[in-house]
């Protein structure tokens, strides 16, 4: 399982390569994800802030700070082909691991999960990345319909996205419905 720490000038090709070649076959679908953060460790700011697309230098980016560690969870409604997590880090002292599942539910003090679900990958990196983004590839097939991002020391955190294969079947059924409202002002 690889994994890199990129500079910000290759992550917005990265992401420009994203939104236009790549675009109509994969998606961010962290914005459509419910998160929340494990209640058991200290944090400040909103977790609402790892997907409002703001990171530095934009005027408006705020982290979430874990103080020590920590673990958030991303849910959402269907089973989806994942192919990246990506993490926008500010000054961080912490290794990071990604863990995907299909199923079960972290609980709400980040403890353990309840029901356990299937694990179907996990990515750590142990770049010491800060100020950057971390690309954590997942293999190949990954399913999932949740996610765990887990956090052992300090950290500033300024997005997380998830990047899902959108099949062209897929992009028009019901269930997408959520995610297309995202661009609904551009479409009428
Ligand atoms: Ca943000």
Known sequence: MRRKAIGAVAAVALLAAAFSGLGALSRNVAMDAVSRASTWNEHQGEVAWLTDGLVPPVAGAAPFVWSSKGMLA??????????????????????FEIRTYVGGRLTDDGATRDPVGERTATVLDQSAAANAWIVFDLPAGTLADNLELKTVGRAELYELEIIAQVEDTAVESQSWARVKANARAVDR
């Not at 991303?74 to 290794?95: H, I, M, P, Y």
């Open 74 to 95: 991303f849910e959402w409604d269907k089973v989806l082909a994942l192919t990246q997590v990506r993490l926008c880090v500010g000054e961080a002292d912490s290794d």
